[in-house]
């Protein structure tokens, strides 16, 4: 159980089991590696700091919110769902810097959302694995890039609110909705955006692939260029 305390130092620490995470902070210049086989439950309304390299394998389930990146002053704090690894979101359950621009979300697993609220990146979100948005809002808000899958349910929604890139690989379909309303969505790659909805609310879709509305689009603002 972590419970208000940092855990800090050029070690890296290696959890194969439960690890309960109320509330404090990982630091140092080593790296957190939750293995194979091992339980994260990421609770409460507290504060818990990620200023190292956290990497998993494990199963994560975050159902708290003020998951902070930078807590304890100007360091990056870097996630890294690795391939095997899953993330489940239920909730609220946001990523947010506290200081330094430099933080980053790496998926290489599975991200599964669920819940009503909105769930917020306020750090970079770069995907080369599996979200599974099956309930609720995602909404990217720091930019980042994607070249893996994203598939949103008949009751759930992507916003991106901020410049995206979509690299080759990326795949965005499902019943549901995807709301661009802000930045350049750079298509790097040819993409069919196989969603049932597309919401064009500002910013521009732009690159040098060849984009393929499916079904519907709402263009209310923005630009195609």
Do not use: C
Request: glycine fraction near 16%.
């Amino acid at each position: 159980n972590l419970a208000g305390a940092t855990f800090t130092g050029t070690g890296n620490l290696v959890f194969e089991n439960t690890f309960n995470w109320n509330s404090g902070a990982m630091a140092g210049g080593g790296i957190t590696l939750f293995d194979t086989g091992s339980d994260v439950n990421i609770t409460t309304n507290s504060n818990k700091g990620i200023d190292r390299v956290v990497r998993t394998v494990g199963t994560i389930d975050y159902t708290g919110t003020r998951l902070l990146f930078g807590l304890s002053g100007n360091v990056s704090g870097v996630l890294e769902n690795l391939a095997g690894g899953v993330l489940n979101i239920d909730g609220d359950a946001d990523l947010q810097p506290n200081f330094n621009p430099g933080h980053q979300f790496i998926n290489a697993g599975i991200v599964n959302k669920t819940g009503d609220a909105e769930t917020v990146f306020q750090i970079p979100f770069n995907n080369s694995g599996n979200v599974d948005l099956q309930q609720g809002t995602l909404r990217i808000g720091s930019g980042g890039s994607s070249s893996g899958v994203i598939d949103v349910s008949d009751v759930a929604h992507l916003n991106v609110t901020s410049n995206y890139s979509y690299q080759v690989g990326t795949s965005l379909t499902g019943a549901g909705q995807v709301s661009f309303s802000g930045g350049n969505q750079d298509f790097a790659t040819d993409l069919t955006l196989d969603v049932a909805t597309v919401n064009l609310n500002n910013g521009s879709i732009t690159g040098s692939g060849n984009v393929v509305f499916k079904n519907t689009l709402n263009w209310s603002a923005g630009a195609m260029s």
